[in-house]
Structure formats: C-alpha cells, structure tokens
C-alpha cells in the first residue's frame, strides 16, 4: 500500500495521501490499524492484559511483538483522542525554574 502514498485519490470528497498516519507507518500494518481502529476497548483490554503478563515475566515472544503494535496503536490513539497538555506542563516547568525560591535565608 505505501506505494500509493503521496497519489492524488479520484472521487473522494476529501484530501487523502496515506493509508496509514505518518506516526504509525513502520510500525504496523493498515490491516492493524484498521482491527485496532473499530473497537479501541477490545484493544485497550488485550493491551492491558499482555502488560501485566509482560511484567509479570510469563510473556512470550510473540505476545511481547503484539504488545509492541498495541502500544504504537495506543500512543497514536490517546494522542488523537484526548491529547496531554505538555505545552502546559513545559510553560510550568520554564516558570518554576525561573522564579526564586522563597523562604530561604530565613
């Protein structure tokens, strides 16, 4: 399929120039995506399954290679969802380190 990427599509009523998001390509297949796409409760229940199996050191190898594509899915998912406010957190942290202790030499 990335053979295709960058190709204007015919007949569609909106600009499409990937099959995959950027941040996901090479890390899983459309196939994936798409069955991690339409039920992200299922996915996020097998992924919480194979992390506590992954901690608990009882993971296979092809669990922990599934758990890999969960994750990259997942990563992608929050951030489209409902993405953190780093910018913010940033700003307070900038603030932090540039305002002066008080209370010291007391």
Avoid: C
């Amino acid at each position: 399929m990335d053979y295709f990427n960058d190709w204007k599509r015919v007949g569609i009523p909106f600009s499409q120039t990937r099959f995959l998001p950027t941040a996901l390509e090479g890390k899983l297949h459309l196939s994936d995506f798409l069955q991690f796409d339409e039920n992200w409760s299922a996915t996020n229940r097998e992924r919480g399954k194979l992390i506590d199996k992954n901690i608990s050191g009882k993971a296979s190898e092809d669990e922990r290679a599934r758990l890999e594509l969960l994750q990259a899915y997942a990563d992608y998912h929050i951030q489209k969802v409902s993405p953190r406010p780093t910018h913010l957190l940033d700003e307070l942290e900038k603030r932090l380190l540039r305002s002066p202790e008080k209370g010291r030499g007391r």
